[in-house]
C-alpha cells in the first residue's frame, strides 16, 4: 500500500488535502474467473488480487466512491463466454462480490457485432434481485452503470437496448451509461461534443432507432495520456478538453429524454497504468494539474450525492 499511495495520492489529494476525484473505477474484472469464482495466482474468488478491501478503503476513506469494471475490450470473448454459460450465475456472483467489497459495478461489454442481450438482460436481473435499484445513492453496491461507445455508432445494439429498457427515468435499472473514449483523444471541443451528443439526441435515423438518453443518465470521458505523453487533461487544465468542453457538459439540453440539462460529469481514462504501451499517471506525470484543478473549477462534490434522476 505504501507503493500505491506514491503512485496513486493524487486521486486522493489535488494538493489542497482535498481528492481530485469522486469516484475511482478498478479494471478489470475478467467475466469466466468471476463465473468460475476462480482462485489463481492473480484472483481471489474471481476477483483480481489487486481489488482487495486494502485497496478500497484506501478511496473510501476519503470520500471517494469505488466502481468494479468488468469486460474491457480485451476481455469481450470472455464476456460472451460467460453470458452464453450462466449469465444468471454471473450476475449473482457479481451482485457478491460488491457486497464484499462495498463497491459497485460497471458493465464494459465490448460485442459491437453481435452482442448477448438476452444474456446481458439475464446478468442485469440477477444483480438487482440481490441489489435493488436505489435512487438515493447511500448502498455503494447499488451502483450499477454500463460503458457505451463515445458515440452511438459503435456498440449500437447495446446502446440501443440498455437506453430503451434499463436507462428511462420512469423506470430506471443501471444509474448510468458512460461514453467511453474513442480511438484516440477528441482533436477539439467540437468533435468530442460531437460524439457525446449522440447519445442525448439518439439516433432516430437507424433502424431500429436508438432512443434519446436522459443527460441525467449520462457521463462522458477524456483520455488523460496519450501515448508517451501525459495529456492536458492530465497535467494543465487550461488547455484540456475538460476545460474546453465544460460548458457542454454542464448545459447540454435534453432532447427527449429526461427533464434536467447538463450531463453527470467527466470519466477519466486511465489512471495509474492504462496499458503496457503508454506512460503513467505516476510521479512525476500526476494529474492534479489537470484533473485535480477541474475538480477545483467545477466544485466536484466529495463525497458523490444522490444522482439526479430526471
Known amino acids: 500500500m505504501t507503493n500505491f499511495d506514491t503512485n496513486n495520492h493524487w486521486m ?3 494538493g489542497n488535502g482535498q481528492p481530485s476525484v469522486n469516484l475511482v473505477i478498478l479494471s478489470f474484472v475478467q467475466p469466466v ?3 468460475n469464482k476462480t482462485t489463481d495466482s492473480e484472483t481471489l474468488n474471481g476477483i483480481p488480487v489487486g481489488m482487495n478491501a486494502a485497496v478500497v478503503s484506501y478511496f473510501t476513506s476519503h470520500g471517494v466512491r469505488v466502481m468494479l469494471s468488468m469486460g474491457g475490450q480485451t476481455y469481450t470473448t470472455f464476456w460472451d463466454q460467460a453470458l452464453s454459460s450462466n449469465a444468471t450465475q454471473l450476475g449473482l456472483n457479481a451482485a457478491a462480490a460488491a457486497k464484499s467489497l462495498g463497491v459497485g459495478f460497471e458493465i464494459d461489454y465490448e460485442n459491437s457485432s453481435s452482442p448477448n442481450l438476452t444474456g446481458l438482460q439475464a446478468f442485469v436481473n440477477a444483480y438487482r434481485s440481490q441489489i435493488p435499484y436505489d435512487a438515493t445513492g447511500s448502498n455503494p453496491a447499488a451502483r450499477l452503470t454500463i460503458d457505451l461507445g463515445a458515440g452511438d455508432q459503435y456498440l449500437t445494439a447495446i446502446s440501443r437496448y440498455a437506453t430503451t ?3 428511462s427515468t420512469s423506470n430506471p435499472v443501471l444509474d448510468y451509461a ?3 473514449v474513442p480511438n484516440k483523444q477528441p482533436p477539439s471541443a ?3 461534443e460531437g460524439n457525446w451528443v449522440q447519445h442525448i439526441n439518439g439516433e432516430p435515423q437507424y433502424a431500429p432507432p436508438v432512443p434519446p438518453l436522459a443527460p441525467a443518465k449520462f457521463a462522458v470521458s477524456l483520455y488523460i495520456v496519450t501515448g508517451k505523453n501525459p495529456a492536458p487533461e492530465c497535467t494543465t487544465f487550461s488547455t484540456s478538453l475538460e476545460n474546453s468542453t465544460g460548458s457542454w457538459v454542464q448545459t ?5 429524454a ?3 440539462d447538463g450531463v453527470l460529469g467527466y470519466m477519466f481514462w486511465a489512471a495509474e497504468c492504462q496499458g503496457t504501451h503508454s506512460i503513467c499517471t505516476t510521479p512525476p506525470n500526476t494529474c492534479q494539474g489537470g484533473v485535480g484543478v477541474g ?3 467545477y466544485n466536484i462534490p466529495i463525497p458523490m450525492p444522490a444522482l439526479r434522476q430526471q
Not at 252 to 256: S, T
Open 12 to 14: 486522493i489529494d489535488r
Open 33 to 35: 474467473k468471476l463465473l
Open 165 to 167: 429498457n434499463w436507462l
Open 178 to 180: 458512460n461514453a467511453m
Open 190 to 192: 467540437s468533435s468530442a
Open 252 to 256: 447540454i439540453a435534453q432532447n427527449g
Open 258 to 260: 429526461g427533464t434536467t
Open 295 to 297: 475538480a477545483t473549477t
